[in-house]
């Protein structure tokens, strides 16, 4: 659809191969077919590539592109594209502009550099991408992109899309069985929807290039608190400085040329930290859109000389970046699951699938947790900023209490006398904003969504999807299978909500999730406090787990194994490369600057300055012998076998040794006049914009 509002810039999706591109260039049949296969999960009919690869050709050729890729997202969390022309020679020595079916819906890449997880040798270089037609092609760069999947010679999964795909596919397949139990015979498919809200934080490009650990590691590994942080809240929805207003708007732009649903920006709770949030869509299109944003949030940083940090958290001190993942689901004649009817027949099928999500995050807590594991989310989830490393539903007041009226048989207020049944009595219509948002709560139920806030914002929302769509769809599944073989319908859906709410209540809490009450609470309720990625990762190797993803097929053992292997080994390579970056740091320019100033303290007479010269001496005394046992740390971290031994080793012996040494470089820092200090300021990064 193109926008004709000129207030507007650009036109929105010009540089998508949409629904009215299609529509125009090809024939109808044809259209037909691939409407069929994009919105109901038909097969491709193999007759019709040439016919779509000519028309994308031809499309794109008019806005002056010269070359396509399969655009797909292996397992290192951002996207890989390899670009080739659609020139073609001729036999008289001249070439053509072509672009075959075959080029479409299949291309092959080296595979043997990203990451497999074991799955693959490095010699077993074979790799293939799919075209995913339920993706939208699209212009980047001058760049016709196609979306695709990745996988190996021998079938394996090796992006993380493809797992997203089955995941989208299974949860349909569940859903619709129990819509056909509720008489729904219309609908023909359920989606998961999600729209990704985007924080991230824009640094000046000149300080950013002036910082080792930011080009490295991005984030700061040293640095003193300055004197005003985000006590005031003056910057949370404060006014946008024209700067930034100028990158948000170049942003925009391209965003909605790309078809990217971008809807509301504003300033966040820390310095020079933002939020980006787009209008919700199916969960596949999200995935791709987010990130597409985070690409261009990166590049278009750089023209406004800006840098973008994506990193969770990038400043010590004031509060990290998260990626709240708003999920919910719907039909494909657009009713909403989520979302509670007039009718008791909708409102006993929303307490099914509210149901079936309580259930879910109940028994896979563990899952949802390790599917949002990462070194920078470590830093971020439990610090009073974002939601603990325990897993917990917030479903508000009102919910909560039909919840609690459905188990105990009592009425659910004094106008009604008679017990509340599911599918007979009509329930209170919800508002969406039925009760206070909590921004405490990991997964919070808002209306007519889940909100889960766990996500770090540098990670892909595949993973995550992945997860959830899985077990709602196993809850669904075993509802589905109850049922169908029961004699009274009514009264068995009842029992189920009832015994569903009274198995699984504990993981429901609406109360302050940063309280420490809340951490011995949910001890006693029995729920997981996986406070590392260390201590989280392994759960996807579970069997029970591996059990539920082979049964559902969203997973092979041996692709989740590679996925266990791939993601510890990169807990231990971002570690790794942040302790020898503090390395770096400390013996080419902290501790010469402190040696520097010494030096120019022990020349001066007055009192003070020697007393400071003692003070400034201690504290690089401390900070010497701290790096030195840092270096022995990271040296013995190579003798230690295995994945998760490496991964302990990193978590209980290399973090200890880089927050000793970063604590007294940060003293030192406080002390040292600013003229000898080589590195821009916490001030600086987070003012200076």
């Not at 397992?75 to 390899?82: D, F, H, N, Y």
């Not at 995050?361 to 070194?375: F, G, I, K, N, T």
């Amino acid at each position: 659809m193109k926008v004709t509002d000129t207030r507007m810039p650009g036109c929105f999706g010009e540089l998508v191969f949409g629904d009215s591109v299609m529509r125009e260039k090809l024939p109808k049949d044809v259209y037909r077919a691939l409407k069929r296969t994009i919105e109901n999960g038909k097969k491709l009919d193999p007759s019709i590539a040439n016919i779509v690869a000519a028309a994308m050709k031809e499309w794109a050729v008019e806005k002056g592109v010269t070359h396509f890729t399969h655009w797909f997202q292996p397992m290192t969390g951002v996207t890989a594209e390899k670009h080739d022309s659609f020139l073609c020679p001729t036999a008289d020595g001249g070439i053509i502009m072509d672009f075959s079916g075959k080029e479409l819906v299949k291309g092959e890449p080296d595979a043997s550099s990203f990451p497999s997880g074991g799955l693959r040798a490095t010699f077993e270089a074979r790799g293939y991408t799919a075209w995913d037609p339920s993706s939208y092609a699209f212009i980047k760069d001058s760049t016709l992109c196609i979306p695709t999947v990745f996988y190996s010679y021998s079938g394996e999964a090796l992006d993380k899309k493809t797992p997203l795909l089955r995941s989208m596919e299974v949860l349909n397949r569940q859903a619709l069985r129990i819509l056909r139990l509720f008489g729904d015979n219309t609908s023909a498919r359920v989606v998961t929807t999600v729209g990704p809200e985007q924080e991230y934080f824009l640094v000046d490009e000149a300080l950013w290039r002036q910082r080792k650990d930011l080009v490295y590691c991005g984030r700061t590994l040293f640095g003193a608190k300055p004197p005003k942080g985000q006590e005031l809240e003056d910057h949370y929805f404060g006014m946008i400085k024209p700067r930034v207003q100028a990158f948000m708007r170049d942003l925009d732009e391209e965003l909605w040329k790309l078809g990217v649903y971008a809807k509301t920006e504003h300033n966040e709770v820390a310095p020079c930290q933002h939020e980006l949030a787009p209008v919700f869509t199916n969960t596949n299109l999200a995935n791709d859109h987010n990130q597409i944003t985070m690409e261009l949030m990166k590049k278009i940083a750089e023209r406004h000389g800006l840098r973008c940090l994506l990193h969770e958290k990038p400043f010590a001190g004031v509060n990290g970046s998260g990626k709240h993942n708003n999920w919910s689901i719907s039909t494909d004649l657009g009713q909403n699951l989520l979302e509670p009817g007039d009718s008791p027949s909708e409102n006993a099928q929303f307490l099914l699938f509210l149901s079936a999500v309580i259930k879910a995050v109940d028994e896979y807590q563990d899952l949802l947790r390790a599917s949002v594991a990462s070194p920078g989310n470590d830093h971020r989830l439990g610090a009073n900023e974002a939601p603990p490393a325990i897993l917990s539903i917030f479903l508000g007041e009102e919910l909560t209490d039909i919840l609690e009226c459905i188990e105990s048989g009592r009425p659910y207020d004094a106008k009604d006398k008679e017990e509340l049944k599911v599918g007979v009595h009509i329930l209170p219509r919800f508002p969406r904003d039925t009760t206070d948002r909590n921004r405490t709560s990991p997964f919070a139920f808002t209306g007519n969504k889940f909100e889960f806030r766990m996500l770090g914002s540098s990670a892909s929302i595949a993973g995550p999807n992945t997860i959830l769509n899985t077990i709602v769809a196993e809850a669904l599944s075993q509802f589905a299978d109850r049922l169908e073989k029961a004699e009274n319908f009514s009264d068995t859906l009842h029992s189920l909500v009832r015994e569903t709410y009274r198995g699984h209540k504990r993981i429901v809490f609406n109360g302050n999730s940063y309280s420490e009450e809340w951490t011995e609470e949910a001890a006693r309720r029995g729920l997981l406090n996986l406070r590392t990625t260390a201590e989280a990762l392994p759960c996807l190797v579970e069997k029970k787990n591996i059990d539920l993803f082979t049964r559902h097929g969203i997973y092979t053992e041996t692709e989740l194994r590679s996925r266990y292997e791939i993601q510890m080994e990169n807990y231990c390579k971002t570690l790794s490369i942040e302790g020898l970056t503090m390395l770096d740091i400390l013996y080419k320019d902290l501790l010469p600057a402190v040696f520097h100033y010494l030096r120019d303290l022990s020349g001066t007479e007055c009192g003070a300055a020697k007393s400071l010269a003692e003070q400034v001496s201690a504290l690089s005394s401390e900070l010497y012998v701290n790096t030195q046992a840092l270096q022995n740390v990271l040296d013995g971290a190579q003798s230690v076998v295995g994945t998760a031994g490496r991964a302990e080793y990193f978590r209980d012996t290399v973090i200890p040794a880089m927050q000793e040494a970063r604590a007294a470089a940060d003293e030192l820092e406080n002390r040292i006049g600013r003229s000898y200090w080589p590195y821009p300021t916490y001030g600086e990064l987070l003012f200076q914009v």
